[in-house]
């Protein structure tokens, strides 16, 4: 069996101070740093000022700017001034009426007549001849006049016609059907915009 002796002096610890020379080397490194870091502080300093009298300098320039505009702007501008106001309220008033009307949904007409017109090129019956039509409200409403062979024929062609997709939401006002003198084949007829007395 063999024994290892751990208290030989290479397995010892070395426990000798630092060396003058490795006191010395490790001084000049710090000292070496040091005047390093305050040559890189002052270069910064130096930059930093440069830049500071530079925008000093257009700060300058820029206030000497701003005078001569103030010296050469009007001393008095409020006829302008009340020129651009009352456009603003012109303006501002456009915008209420555009806004109200929005608001009220209320276009008009936006899809035409040409439905309805061919609605009424479609629903034709032979003992009911149109003499005027007329589509009133935006199309919401129809004015009728023509002649008939038979009286019960004008119901049964407004009612083909509420059919036809242009005329589902149009109003219809009050019939008249009367005799004419004059024709004794047929009838007079009329239909009224709705809320029309006449």
């Avoid at 915008?95 to 009307?101: K, S, T, Y």
């Amino acid at each position: 069996m063999q024994q290892v002796n751990l208290y030989l002096p290479e397995f010892r610890p070395n426990k000798d101070p630092l060396r003058a020379s490795q006191l010395a080397l490790l001084s000049g490194v710090v000292v070496v740093l040091l005047v390093l870091y305050s040559l890189y502080g002052n270069y910064q300093n130096t930059q930093l000022q440069t830049q500071v009298s530079i925008l000093q300098n257009d700060i300058q320039t820029v206030d000497a700017e701003v005078a001569v505009l103030r010296s050469k702007m009007p001393k008095d501008n409020s006829s302008a001034m009340e020129r651009e106001n009352t456009h603003l309220e012109k303006e501002i008033e456009k915008r209420r009426l555009l806004q109200a009307l929005l608001q009220d949904k209320n276009l008009g007409n936006t899809a035409g007549f040409s439905t309805q017109l061919e609605g009424l090129a479609r629903q034709r019956l032979g003992t009911v001849s149109l003499d005027t039509f007329s589509l009133l409200d935006g199309g919401r409403s129809l004015e009728l006049s023509g002649w008939l062979r038979k009286a019960d024929q004008l119901p049964l062609y407004l009612q083909n016609l509420r059919q036809e997709t242009g005329f589902e939401q149009v109003r219809f006002g009050v019939m008249n059907i009367e005799r004419d003198p004059s024709r004794t084949d047929a009838m007079r007829f009329q239909l009224n915009q709705p809320g029309d007395d006449s």
